[in-house]
């Protein structure tokens, strides 16, 4: 009883400095104080979709387009790399994406990466082998927002898993450079400050990177595929995609010989339950 | 313990036998979940998570263990191996994403088990301890699975870490140092990742120790069942082997076929993108939120936005951080003194017409709501709504169990399990064993002063 009792005094005592010295003055506040002030460039924020007709990665029967991927590398290669590292993934993977081993040494060996003099101890560079990680494109972090206006390129190997939606949103952001609707800026007084460029996809529209794919035809792909704009940001888009995850589509296919396997087992541990529970069941009626 | 018409072991070999002479395991095995432990013949599919969790604990320690074979608990490259685990390891995304959904596929697990007992009301007598001992093994694994999400070292590890062990800096006077002393600094470092991985480690073990008194505390008076009435007879028994195990491996097939689904093909969608960022003190997440299974308690922790003062004065008495801090631990400790509070001697929720209504639009309603707004953003109307529910939380469990417990006119109870299943006529004929009541253990048999509204 008289832990009841406790119990009955303690919870209406909870229920009452709950109610009256937080929800009260909440709910006063927000009836009679000031209303919440929001960032103008909540106005301007469009939630950002993918290309058309979707990644040939999408959905549980996803495969990679290794033509895509490795016009997707290309861009990294010749866009992407002046600024953002790629820290996570190694020449060597890149035979996943369809190139020989043969062409995976040479493309090694046009990147440069840093190493050791091996007569002096020097610290100098050497052409990239396929077990080298891609380099770095600044020496340090305080190199990298010294020559970027003070905001650090970020690392793109998980990028597409760093961000909510993330294939799509990379696509959406590096086609998202538009201008603000003039008339609603002027109305709300926006303006994107200096050294930052408007971009609706991003969260608060102003963002530190230039726009980095400008012009249709930016890259000359070596398939031949039209290099416009939207087209080298779906490839890119893919590239980051297979960086953040590699074993996406080996994921997938695994996944449904394991769920297979499981129906199979589980029709069986159905059957099994019901004819040893036969005998015990009442009959209906 | 178990009732007088449980089958006992008998050796056949002289393996066997010799076995059953030196270490009597096989009859151990044989009695606590084999034929010779009897079961009510009614569970419903309820009583299945038990079993499941269990087997989650198995894979969490299966997976956890080869984990920890490629992982380095040290703050510089911690986050690297984690990726390299993904990439380089064989099988290595496999392994990871298991074990990431399989903290939450344990959570779901354990939450619909405690749903279970708080709807059948199985932390009654003479099921206390079980329900004790299952709150002590939900505390080991919210413990567990908090610093389990630190190891990646990714921004929601770190922020993570941060405002948790921030709660007891609330604490007065010996707050601050408490949580330096916790992390091993003044911020989540090398220090306090190595420490959490070795307890990371540890704990499941001890969590599967606990897992053994459970089991043990559940044999001696047998499970409960959906009707609430205590076994009487043989005939409302079933041997678990093979009633349940074939039942349990079926619940197991399905369950393994939803957890499957989400590891090959949603393997992130339980956890924040935020994580794939390494931990960087200077950065702040926009929103920091815990792991899906702790919103409802988060958000009772922000529930309290208003210092206890007295007014006018500008006096604090307890402040809001402080007040939050005490409801989330309370909200969880209170279960402790569940039995105690509910003396309804009705257990199952199907016969109490009041408790029933409080539980599926009061208590439940509230979790959802706790749910979302625990995940939210701190804002309107998310506050005012996790206010009114964490009020609701307290009210249910502290004032409206203890009175809907003596006000409330229960519906009769079937006489037994037996009559429950197959209907009144039909009990009279079903096969009774002898020696129905008296024999055995005193302790374990039904005596009848347990039995509800009879």
């Known amino acids: ?285 | 313990m178990s009732f007088a018409w449980a089958k006992q072991y008998e050796p056949q070999t002289a393996l066997t036998k010799w076995l059953d002479d030196k270490l009597p395991l096989p009859r151990l095995v044989y009695s606590a979940v084999g034929a010779g432990y009897p079961v009510p013949r009614n569970l419903n599919y309820m009583w299945n998570f038990g079993v499941l969790a269990g087997f989650c604990l198995m894979i969490q320690i299966v997976t956890g263990v080869v984990l920890a074979m490629h992982y380095a608990a040290n703050a510089t490259v911690a986050f690297g191996t984690v990726e390299h685990i993904m990439r380089n390891v064989n099988y290595g995304w496999m392994l990871r994403y298991a074990h990431a959904n399989g903290a939450s596929f344990f959570f779901i697990v354990i939450y619909m088990h405690i749903f279970r007992g708080l709807f059948y009301s199985s932390y009654k007598a003479p099921r206390e301890m079980i329900w004790l001992l299952g709150v002590v093994i939900f505390l080991l694994m919210m413990a567990t699975a908090f610093m389990g999400y630190v190891l990646p070292w990714g921004q929601m590890s770190f922020w993570g870490a941060q405002v948790i062990t921030g709660l007891f800096s609330a604490i007065p006077l010996v707050g601050e140092p408490l949580q330096v002393w916790l992390l091993g600094g003044f911020a989540p470092d090398n220090a306090a990742l190595n420490r959490f991985f070795s307890l990371h480690f540890l704990m499941p073990f001890v969590i599967a120790g606990v897992v053994i008194l459970h089991i043990w505390a559940l044999h001696i008076p047998g499970s409960s069942n959906p009707t609430g009435v205590e076994v009487k007879q043989e005939s409302d028994t079933v041997p678990f082997h093979p009633y349940y195990t074939t039942k349990d491996g079926f619940g197991l097939g399905v369950f393994l076929i939803l957890f499957t689904t989400m590891v090959f093909f949603l393997p992130n969608a339980l956890g924040h993108p935020d994580n794939y960022i390494e931990a960087n003190p200077l950065s702040t997440p926009a929103h920091i939120v815990p792991e899906w299974y702790f919103w409802p308690f988060y958000a009772i922790l922000r529930a309290f936005t208003g210092d206890l003062s007295i007014p006018f004065t500008g006096i604090v008495l307890i402040p809001a951080k402080l007040l939050g801090v005490i409801a989330m631990f309370g909200s969880i400790l209170l279960w402790f003194i569940l039995p105690w509070l509910d003396k309804s001697p009705v257990r199952s929720g199907h016969y109490r017409p009041l408790f029933r209504k409080f539980f599926w639009f009061g208590l439940i309603p509230t979790m959802i709501a706790l749910f979302i707004c625990g995940g939210a953003p701190a804002e309107e109307p998310y506050v005012v709504i996790s206010q009114i529910a964490t009020a609701y939380y307290f009210l249910h469990f502290l004032v409206i169990l203890p009175i809907i417990s003596q006000i409330e006119v229960p519906k009769a109870l079937p006489f037994s399990i037996t009559e429950a299943v197959l209907g009144n006529s039909k009990a009279a004929e079903a096969p009774r064993a002898t020696g129905v009541v008296g024999g055995g253990d005193a302790g374990s048999l039904p005596d009848g002063s347990l039995q509800p509204a009879e």
């Open chain 1, 1 to 285: 009883m008289s832990i009841r009792l406790g119990g009955i005094i303690a919870g209406l005592a909870i229920t009452a400095v709950l109610l009256f010295w937080s929800l009260a003055p909440g709910v006063y506040n927000y009836a009679f104080g000031p209303a919440p002030e929001k960032q103008p460039s909540y106005a301007f924020y469009e939630h950002g979709e993918g290309p058309e007709g979707g990644f040939s990665f999408d959905g549980a029967f996803g495969k990679w387009d290794y033509a895509q991927l490795q016009r997707g590398y290309q861009v990294y290669k010749e866009v992407c790399s002046a600024c953002h590292s790629l820290k996570f993934v190694a020449f060597r993977n890149l035979q996943e994406l369809g190139y020989t081993e043969a062409e995976v040494d040479a493309e090694a060996a046009s990147w440069t990466v840093p190493g050791i003099d091996p007569a002096t101890g020097e610290t100098t560079t050497r052409p990239g082998e396929p077990t080298d990680y891609f380099p770095m494109p600044f020496p340090n972090a305080i190199a990298a927002a010294a020559a970027n206006n003070n905001a650090i390129p970020p690392d793109l190997s998980l990028m597409t898993k760093a961000r909510h939606d993330g294939s799509n949103y990379v696509y959406s952001l590096l086609t998202g450079y538009t201008e603000p609707d003039p008339e609603k800026a002027a109305k709300v007084g926006f303006e994107t400050p200096v050294g930052l460029y408007f971009n609706k996809h991003f969260p608060n529209v102003n963002i530190a990177m230039a726009p980095p794919l400008a012009v249709d035809g930016q890259v000359t792909y070596a398939d031949g595929t039209n290099a416009t704009i939207p087209q080298m940001a779906t490839d890119v888009a893919a590239f980051l995609t297979w960086t953040a995850e590699p074993s996406l589509v080996q994921r997938k296919q695994t996944g449904w010989f394991v769920i297979g396997f499981l129906l199979f087992a589980t029709v069986l541990a159905f059957l099994s339950y019901k004819q040893i529970w036969a005998g015990l069941k009442p009959k209906k009626g």
